[in-house]
Every structure is written in structure tokens, then in C-alpha cells.
């Protein structure tokens, strides 16, 4: 994997970028499709494609619990098994097997103390697909699979090699991602578990990679806390990762300060990805202070929900309104759901709980969010970035 840096945003930390992988370039900054189970939701590989997406970013927890990691690898890797023939990702399965897992049982109350929850960003998977149960110890985390209720043990080298038997281009060491709700000890220990982690991942993943095809990314984290943050980019850095991701449950408020510590001591010839981080402000939020990869479920879950992404704001497709309303959710959308159909035609299918109806959404939600990333890379090149953020989020109402 080679990252070139093509321009830099003046007087902040933002850049745009190519990342060479083994299965082609991805522009940076860029959003990344989110295939939970080695497919995005409701979307063949082409709509994929087509709207514009450059890579995928699949989940080890599910793979390695169904169809299982050693399938995929018999099938020739995650982009083989699932058609895609550009570059993948896989995240860990640390966010997965800890986020829900480890504050299951808890009182949830504690997060009310600490942080309004409508303020924390939304989870990256179902609930219905969490783990129910995880132990964390020193060495790894047991926890119990949300399919059978059996047990399962993961360890940073595991992890590592499930992700090795996935195949994906870009794959990141196993970590603890605490909530913000969590006391300073607790995110003082848990980091230092993710910091030892990180190491063991590393001497995994090098003594798999012999051919080396396939790129680790280190993942900070830290929480909410500056100082903690601050150590974490340090040490994360220390190593010998291909790259880096950002990660942890931020709270909405916080999310720019933390990135920008972070990408502030991160080295710049090394590419950055907010894990599972994507709505509209985001994107510019991060960019600007120099993030080059997101990905979120949003689009794709929001579209099977029927909230739909427009500049001035998400639409509910259901509302009455829209039921007579033969315009394309966004006229100059050049999406394939835009070109063809209108708002009334998504509505009734949405009523009448038709399949295509997610399909459609998805396509124009992925295409409005990908292409939204595209048009701020180009602002950069085009010298444009503010104007084009201070009108964009000018129309856009997030709520
Ligand atoms: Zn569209």
C-alpha cells in the first residue's frame, strides 16, 4: 500500500490523497461502503460501483461467525466471496464484541450522567446484532455469539488471523472501544489493554503477512479525554502500522476536538480513517482536520428506513406528503434511483413494504454521501473548501 499526499488544505490539517492498494486506488478523502456480512445492504456490487464508492469495509465479528473466516478464505478473500473487485477493509471485531457487549447488563443510566445519548453517534450495527455477553481479560475478550449463544474467545492474534483468512486489503489491530460513560480509571486501563494490543496485533500480522499484500492499521483511542487522546496518537505512533484509525464512542460535541488531537501528532505521510463516523458534517469536520477515510451504515440503514439524504436535509419518504409528489428526491441527482423514479413511485413502495423500496433509497443515500466526499476532495484541488462548506451546511438542517 503506497499513500501519496496530491495537495494539502491551507491552515489546517486536511489533505487529499491517493491510497494504492493491491486492488486499486481509492481518492482520499473518501467514504467507504459498509458490508457488515461481505455485502452491502439491499445492493449488488454494481449499484455499489455505480454510486461511486471506491471501497468496502466488511465486519470480522460477523464473518467469523458466519459463514466462518476460513470460508471466506477458501473462496479467495472477502472481495472474491462477495464480487467486489476493488479494494476492501475489514474493521477488528473489537467495536462489535465490546460497544454493546461490555456495557451489557450495566445501568444505563450512567450514560445519561455523563452525556446526553441522543448526542452519541449511533451505533454501527443493529442491536439485535450485538454480542450478548463480553468478558474482557488481559489477554482477550470472551463473549457469546448473538446467532447460538456460543462462546467465543478473541485474542489480538486472532483477530488478526481471522482478518488474515478474510483477505481484505486494509485491516485494523484488535482494540478496546470504550464508551464515553466510562470513568477515567476504567478508560486509563482499557487503554493501556488497547496499547499492548496494538503490539501483539503488529508482531501478528507480520509474521502472516508474507506477502506482503495486506496493510494494518493501528487504532487510537482514549475517549473523551484530551490527555488520554494525546498518549494514545503517541504510542499508536510508535509503532510500525501501515496506517491509522480513529476510534471510540464519541460524544457528538467532543468529536472534532478529539480528532484534531490526534491527527495533530499522527504522522501526515500516513493515511487516517474515522472509524464508523458519516453524517454530512461530519465528512467536513473531519476532513478538515486531516481524516482521509470514513465509514458509516448510515446511508444504506437510514435508506432502508426511509430516510432519505437531500441538501437541504434528511426527508421521510413515508410522509404524506410525498404521495402525490412525482419529482425524483433530488432533481439534479444523478444517482440511478433520481434519474428514474419519482418520490411518489419510492413512497408506495415503502407503504407496501416492497423490497425495492430499501434498494432505491440506498442507492441514492450511498451516491449522496460518496459523492458529497468527492465534491469536498475537489473543493480542496479547486482551492474551495470553505465556500463550498459554509454553503453547504448552510442548506443542509441535520435535524
Ligand atoms: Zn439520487
Redesign the pocket.
Known sequence: MIFKIEKKLKGSLGRVGVLSTPHGDILTPAFVAVGTKATVKSLNPEQVKDAGTQVVLGNTYHLYLQPGDEIVREAGGIGKFMNWSGPTMTDSGGFQVFSLGAAYGKDISKVTKVTDPSLLIPERFDDSDAPRLAKIGQDGVSFKSHLDGSIHYITPEKSIQIQHNLGADIIFAFDECTSPAEDLRYQEEALERTHRWAERSLVEHKKLNTENKISLFGIVQGGREESLRKKSAEFIKSLDFDGFGIGGSFAKEDMSSAVKWVNEILPEEKPRHLLGIGEPEDLFMGVENGVDLFDCVAPTRLGRNGTIYTKTGKIIIMNTKFRNDFK???ED???Y??KNYSRAYIAHLFHGKEMLAGTLAS??NL??IVNLVKKIRQSIMDDTFYEYKKEFLLNYKSR
Do not use: A, G, R
Open positions: 425524483p428526491i433530488e441527482c444523478e444517482c434511483t433520481c442507492i441514492h451516491y449522496f
